[in-house]
C-alpha cells in the first residue's frame, strides 16, 4: 500500500504492543508481527511524528532461557524479565536504522512528582534526538507495591508524562467490541466512543491475553486515563498490518476513543490517574477552613492521626474523622514522622515543624473530594 507519510496529523504518538506480538509462542522474540510495526514506526518519524515505544514481552522473551524449571515462583519470573528484557531491545534494534533507548519504570517512579518530572524530561531529550524510546515497567524490581502492573495503564500514564496527543494500543482483537469476539460470533466492534461509561467497561468484561498481563478492560482504563488528558485513543489489532496502513492512510481500523474536549490540567490529572492513595490522615475541622488563605493547609495540631505506610511525596486521603473524605494531596512528611507529629502532637514538635521550609501538604498537588 502506497501510504502520503508526509500527512500524519500526529505530533507525538505513543505505541503499545504486548508481549504476544514479541514473544507469540513464548519461545524468544520473533520479528513475524514486529515488521509491521516498526514500519509504522519509521514512517511516523518519517513524516516528523515523534514515536515512544512501550513494549512489554520481557518475561515472555525470556521465558524459553528458564526450560525445564519451575517458573511459578517470582524470583523466576524476574529473572526472566531481566534476561528477556535484553532479548526484546535487541530485537526491536535489529528493525531500526535508529538509535534507541530503553527506561525500565515502577509506579514508584510515576507516582513521585520530581521522578515523574524527570522521566517526562528524559523522553523530551531523547525525542528532541531523534532516538526511539522504548519502555517497559522495570519487573525485576517491582514489588506489588510498587508496580504499575500491565503496560496498557503504563501507556497511558507514559502518553500523558509525554504530552502525546495520540496513543496506539495494539491488541489481538480488532478493538472494544460489545460482546466477546472470542466466543460470540454476533460481536459488533465499536468503532468510537465519546463517553467512557459503566457501559463501555461492561463490555471490555474480563476479556484477558494468553501470554501478558493485560486485557481489554486494562485497555480501556488505559483509555480513560489518556482521553481525560485529550490524547487521542485507539486500540488497534496489532497482528493485522492493515491496521497500522489504515492509520497512517488518516482512518480508525478499531475503536477510536475520542479526547475529552476539556482535557484536565496536567498536575490534576497525575493526581487523580497517576497517583496511588498510600496512606490517610485524619484531621480536624481546620483543615479546610485554610485551603484559600495563605497558611498552610494542615498545622501539626490539627493531625489527629494518621494510618498506613507512605513516604515523603507520596500522596494521601485527608479526612474528618466523622469519615468524610476532604482531599487527595501530596504529602511533604512520610508516615513516620507523621505518626510521631499525631500522636505527640506538643506544642514543641508544633514549633520544630512550623520553623522547616516545608510544610505538612502540597498546596501545589491537593485534588479536592468534596464530603
Ligand atoms: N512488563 C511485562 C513484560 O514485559 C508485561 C506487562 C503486560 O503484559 O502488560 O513482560
Same mark, same amino acid.
Given at each position: 500500500?502506497?501510504?502520503? %507519510?508526509?500527512?500524519?496529523?500526529?505530533?507525538?504518538?505513543?505505541?503499545?504492543?504486548?508481549?504476544?506480538?514479541?514473544?507469540?509462542?513464548?519461545?524468544?522474540?520473533?520479528?513475524?508481527?514486529?515488521?509491521?510495526?516498526?514500519?509504522?514506526?519509521?514512517?511516523?518519524?518519517? %513524516?516528523?511524528?515523534?514515536?515512544?515505544?512501550?513494549?512489554?514481552?520481557?518475561?515472555?522473551?525470556?521465558?524459553?532461557?528458564?526450560?525445564?524449571?519451575?517458573? %511459578?515462583?517470582?524470583?523466576? *519470573?524476574?529473572?526472566?524479565?531481566?534476561?528477556?528484557?535484553?532479548?526484546?531491545?535487541?530485537?526491536?534494534?535489529?528493525?531500526?536504522?535508529?538509535?534507541?533507548?530503553?527506561?525500565?519504570?515502577?509506579?514508584?517512579? &510515576?507516582?513521585?512528582?520530581?521522578?515523574?518530572? %524527570?522521566?517526562?524530561?528524559?523522553?523530551?531529550?531523547?525525542?528532541?534526538?531523534?532516538?526511539?524510546?522504548?519502555?517497559?515497567?522495570?519487573?525485576?524490581?517491582?514489588?506489588?507495591?510498587?508496580?504499575?502492573?500491565?503496560?496498557?495503564? &503504563?501507556?497511558?500514564?507514559? +502518553?500523558?508524562?509525554?504530552?502525546?496527543?495520540?496513543?496506539?494500543?495494539?491488541?489481538?482483537?480488532? =478493538?472494544?467490541?460489545?460482546?466477546?469476539?472470542?466466543?460470540?460470533?454476533?460481536?459488533?466492534?465499536?468503532?468510537?466512543?465519546?463517553?467512557?461509561?459503566?457501559?463501555?467497561?461492561?463490555?471490555?468484561?474480563?476479556?484477558?491475553?494468553?501470554?501478558?498481563?493485560?486485557?481489554?478492560?486494562?485497555?480501556?482504563?488505559?483509555?480513560?486515563? +489518556?482521553?481525560?488528558?485529550?490524547?487521542?485513543?485507539?486500540?488497534?489489532? =496489532?497482528?493485522?498490518?492493515?491496521?497500522?496502513?489504515?492509520?497512517?492512510?488518516?482512518?480508525?481500523?478499531?475503536?477510536?476513543?475520542?479526547?475529552?474536549?476539556?482535557?484536565?490540567?496536567?498536575?490534576?490529572?497525575?493526581?487523580?490517574?497517576?497517583?496511588?492513595?498510600?496512606?490517610?490522615?485524619?484531621?480536624?475541622?481546620?483543615?479546610?477552613?485554610?485551603?484559600?488563605?495563605?497558611?498552610?493547609? &494542615?498545622?501539626?495540631?490539627?493531625?489527629?492521626?494518621?494510618?498506613?505506610?507512605?513516604?515523603?511525596?507520596?500522596?494521601?486521603?485527608?479526612?474528618?474523622?466523622?469519615?468524610?473524605? &476532604?482531599?487527595?494531596?501530596?504529602?511533604?512528611?512520610?508516615?513516620?514522622?507523621?505518626?510521631?507529629?499525631?500522636?505527640?502532637?506538643?506544642?514543641?514538635?508544633?514549633?520544630?515543624?512550623?520553623?522547616?521550609?516545608?510544610?505538612?501538604?502540597? *498546596?501545589?498537588?491537593?485534588?479536592?473530594?468534596?464530603?
Amino acid at each position: 500500500m502506497n501510504v502520503d %507519510s508526509k500527512s500524519l496529523p500526529w505530533q507525538r504518538i505513543v505505541i503499545k504492543v504486548g508481549s504476544a506480538l514479541i514473544a507469540p509462542n513464548r519461545n524468544g522474540c520473533s520479528s513475524q508481527y514486529l515488521l509491521s510495526i516498526a514500519n509504522f514506526i519509521v514512517r511516523c518519524r518519517m %513524516s516528523g511524528t515523534q514515536v515512544v515505544l512501550v513494549s512489554s514481552g520481557s518475561v515472555a522473551a525470556g521465558a524459553h532461557l528458564f526450560k525445564g524449571v519451575d517458573t %511459578s515462583p517470582i524470583t523466576i *519470573k524476574k529473572a526472566m524479565a531481566a534476561a528477556g528484557q535484553s532479548e526484546m531491545m535487541a530485537t526491536w534494534d535489529r528493525l531500526f536504522d535508529f538509535n534507541t533507548a530503553q527506561i525500565l519504570l515502577t509506579h514508584a517512579d &510515576l507516582k513521585n512528582r520530581d521522578r515523574y518530572v %524527570s522521566v517526562r524530561d528524559t523522553i523530551e531529550e531523547l525525542l528532541d534526538n531523534n532516538i526511539l524510546p522504548i519502555i517497559n515497567e522495570n519487573d525485576t524490581v517491582a514489588t506489588d507495591r510498587l508496580k504499575v502492573g500491565d503496560n496498557d495503564n &503504563l501507556s497511558a500514564m507514559v +502518553a500523558s508524562a509525554a504530552n502525546a496527543d495520540t496513543l496506539v494500543i495494539c491488541s489481538d482483537v480488532d =478493538g472494544l467490541y460489545d460482546a466477546n469476539p472470542k466466543i460470540d460470533t454476533n460481536a459488533q466492534l465499536i468503532t468510537d466512543v465519546y463517553e467512557i461509561n459503566a457501559g463501555i467497561y461492561n463490555m471490555a468484561g474480563g476479556v484477558t491475553s494468553d501470554v501478558g498481563t493485560g486485557g481489554m478492560k486494562t485497555k480501556i482504563q488505559a483509555a480513560d486515563k +489518556a482521553v481525560s488528558h485529550g490524547i487521542d485513543t485507539y486500540i488497534v489489532n =496489532g497482528f493485522n498490518e492493515a491496521s497500522f496502513n489504515e492509520l497512517l492512510a488518516g482512518s480508525s481500523p478499531g475503536t477510536h476513543f475520542h479526547p475529552h474536549t476539556k482535557p484536565m490540567q496536567d498536575t490534576h490529572h497525575w493526581m487523580k490517574h497517576t497517583t496511588k492513595i498510600q496512606g490517610e490522615l485524619v484531621v480536624d475541622d481546620a483543615f479546610m477552613m485554610e485551603k484559600d488563605s495563605t497558611g498552610d493547609l &494542615l498545622s501539626p495540631q490539627d493531625l489527629l492521626e494518621v494510618s498506613g505506610e507512605f513516604s515523603a511525596g507520596d500522596v494521601v486521603l485527608v479526612r474528618k474523622d466523622n469519615g468524610d473524605k &476532604l482531599a487527595k494531596v501530596k504529602t511533604n512528611y512520610s508516615s513516620c514522622l507523621l505518626n510521631f507529629v499525631a500522636t505527640q502532637n506538643s506544642e514543641h514538635i508544633s514549633e520544630q515543624l512550623d520553623n522547616t521550609d516545608e510544610p505538612i501538604l502540597s *498546596k501545589q498537588y491537593i485534588t479536592l473530594l468534596g464530603a
